[in-house]
């Protein structure tokens, strides 16, 4: 038992004269294994929008490591959502208000959801605003496989 623990207590003085321990950090690894591109399938959940907003059916979703937790998502037709990875692979992104391609109409869109390692899926929301008075709501479940992934 002795022997055992000075075995122990020398290890542990070996990682601190080395100030280097190789412990992996769960967060990073997450948002690693997030980054890339996923062929991925839009299913409307709802659209209140009348001879406005957008059609999705089938598109890559593009995610990208910005630092640390944070990432990057572009969505065709949608400005880049920024946010962030959780535990267990959870994220949340969202875009400020702002232009469209649609006139006279801003949009606001944001997207939660999580990642496994091959797999994205995540509620893809629009709310439209013609000014400062709200225009309508899409929405859609959203499900991608990652590029090169198993």
């Known amino acids: 038992a002795m022997l055992q623990r000075f075995a122990f207590l020398t290890a542990i003085a070996a990682v601190i004269s080395t100030g280097s321990v190789a412990v992996a950090n769960p967060q990073a690894m997450q948002v690693k294994e997030a980054v890339g591109e996923y062929a991925t399938k839009f299913e409307?959940?709802?659209?209140?929008?009348?001879?406005?907003?957008?059609?999705?059916?089938k598109s890559t979703v593009k995610v990208v490591q910005v630092r640390g937790r944070s990432i990057s998502m572009s969505i065709p037709m949608v400005p880049d959502l920024r946010g962030a990875v959780r535990k267990g692979g959870k994220f949340r992104?969202?875009?400020?208000?702002?232009?469209?391609?649609?006139?006279?109409v801003d949009g606001r869109f944001s997207a939660g959801g999580r990642f496994d390692g091959a797999n994205i899926q995540f509620?893809?929301?629009a709310e439209y605003f013609r000014g400062k008075e709200p225009l309508c709501t899409q929405s859609w479940n959203a499900v991608g496989k990652k590029a090169g992934a198993k």
């Open 93 to 104: 992104a969202k875009a400020k208000k702002g232009r469209t391609g649609i006139q006279g």
């Open 44 to 57: 409307e959940v709802s659209n209140n929008c009348k001879n406005t907003g957008m059609t999705l059916a």
């Open 123 to 125: 509620v893809f929301i």
